[in-house]
């Protein structure tokens, strides 16, 4: 391997895994609302934005937790209700 192939090898695996990865970075910074409040950290979510907006001292309160989930999903019961994941032999019937 020539020192020229040696020194673009590193660019060229760059670029490809850039080019992997972009849309699953867009894909990210596109969610909101209700597709955000399905998400496994929603609760992380939740908690970082009532910290932001209603200060971190305020982070057990009730209240202002409410608020912060209001703000990310519009639906009460969205954090309640989680949606259960099949499970392989349980059958709904």
Known sequence: MTSRARRAAPALLF??????????????LS???P???RL??????????QGLTAGWHRLYDLGAQR????????DPL???????SPQP???SA
């Open 89 to 91: 032999g349980i059958s």
């Open 15 to 28: 670029v490809a895994l850039s080019g992997a990865a972009l849309p699953t970075f867009r894909g990210w």
């Open 31 to 33: 969610l909101r609302g």
């Open 67 to 74: 608020e912060a989930f209001q703000r990310i999903s519009p």
């Open 40 to 49: 496994d950290y929603a609760l992380y979510y939740a908690s970082a934005v």
């Open 78 to 84: 969205a954090v309640a209700r989680p949606e259960p």
């Open 35 to 37: 597709a955000l409040r």
